[in-house]
């Protein structure tokens, strides 16, 4: 069993609908709690990231992480096309590390005019 | 503003061929991790180097080595290529002591024939 379990997906909603993204891991260490966009052939993009629980909002984003239940997710609020992509999420147990990452294998999210 | 810079893009290999990809970090960013992603995987963490000193290691085979010089850049330095070894890679870069705002590169394709 990985230890970051993400659904790839591919996700289709109408434009405007609200998304919701789903993560769910299994090692109690991790205490920041990331998520990336990928578009296809680029480099992931920093979108959001989390310590520990509760709520974080920034524009049409909404990230909340639940450490009860090991289950994080993203919320996008009026998607638009431009949303459409591949949504990682990652986790580590330090936050001001160099350590490396440990990446969900994204979901894929297509936003239908 | 800069981006993290990898060189090159793309790269085509022979199988047991040798390979060296490079990362320019963002400036004042010392922290420098290396990823795989292969196709239709989760990027997955090799190694990360802070202060030009190895920091972490991930799932990197013996067969890679890499390094950091003075300048702050990164060479991922691969030998015996192998089928397997077909991915993208990715280079991040961070500033000190903010790992989980790492920014990723564009990556480099990287295919063994």
């Known amino acids: 069993q990985k230890e970051v379990e993400q659904d790839p997906g591919p996700l289709s909603v109408p434009e405007g609908a609200i998304v919701s993204l789903n993560c769910t891991y299994s090692?109690?260490?991790?205490?920041?709690f990331m998520w990336y966009r990928q578009y296809s052939r680029k480099g992931p993009e920093l979108l959001m990231y989390?310590?520990?629980?509760g709520n974080k909002e920034d524009g049409r984003f909404t990230a909340q992480v639940d450490k009860s239940s090991k289950y994080i997710s993203l919320f996008i609020r009026d998607s638009q096309p431009s949303d459409s992509a591949t949504y990682l999420c990652?986790?580590?147990?330090?936050?001001?590390?160099?350590?490396?990452?440990?990446f969900g294998k994204g979901t894929h999210l297509i936003i239908q005019p | 503003a800069a981006g993290v810079i990898q060189s090159p893009r793309h790269l085509i290999k022979e199988k047991r061929e040798t390979a060296t990809l490079k990362c320019y970090p963002i400036p004042r960013h010392d922290t420098v991790y290396w990823y795989q992603q292969g196709p239709g995987q989760d990027p997955q963490f090799l190694i990360s180097f802070y202060e030009k000193m190895q920091s972490d290691k991930g799932s990197i085979p013996d067969r890679f080595s890499a390094q950091q010089f003075s300048d702050y850049h990164s060479e991922l330095n691969m030998s015996s290529l192998e089928l397997g070894d077909s991915a993208l890679y990715f280079c991040?870069?961070?500033?000190?002591?903010?790992?989980?705002?790492?920014?990723f590169g564009q990556g480099t394709r990287l295919t063994v024939v």
């Open positions: 989390t310590y520990s629980s």
């Open positions: 090692n109690s260490a991790f205490q920041y």
């Open positions: 991040a870069s961070s500033l000190p002591r903010e790992g989980v705002k790492a920014f």
């Open positions: 990652a986790m580590s147990d330090v936050g001001g590390g160099a350590d490396g990452l440990t």
